[in-house]
């Protein structure tokens, strides 16, 4: 035996796995891979939040909070996304013509969330109805009372309404 394979030996399973992650394996140790990929890693996950930062806010619309939500509705923006490069909504008259489909939808998801992205600041309990004008006051009252959420009245206020829609068929 050795002088080598009795000191690899003596040390025990600890020291002879240490050993093993920092020889080398054929050009580089599994510690210099292992210490890559943590770096990747560390640096994949700090880009990916930054952009969601990026990407959530006021100018990004129907951004929840929540990062399981938020994380959804990136998803659903990518669909947005794919759609246009498939060009069924690349140009402006494409979009104009599928408008009405596509806000339809958003109103649909947001009275199933009781329109979840308003109430991250406009919710009811946070609401000071004193510093409202009288109108607003009763209305936010009502809708409060009749469980109604900020989409049922406000469709319009973030986006101006698209050609062909009728309140009365919204209803």
Known sequence: ???EERNTQSRGFFGRFWKAIWSPISKYSLGALLAGGIVLGVGGWGAFNWSMELTNTETYCHVPKEWIYKVRRKIQASNELYHKALGSIDTQEKFEE???QLARNVWKAM???DSRE???????EFMDMTKQERRSQKRHA????KGETCIDCHKGIAHELPE????EEES
């Not at 308003?118 to 009811?124: A, D, G």
């Not at 062909?164 to 309140?167: L, M, R, V």
């Open 98 to 100: 599928k408008r009405l």
């Open 118 to 124: 308003c109430r991250n600041c406009h919710s009811y």
């Open 164 to 167: 062909g829609w009728d309140e």
């Open 1 to 3: 035996m050795t002088s």
């Open 111 to 113: 009275k199933e969330t």
């Open 142 to 145: 009502k809708g409060q009372k």
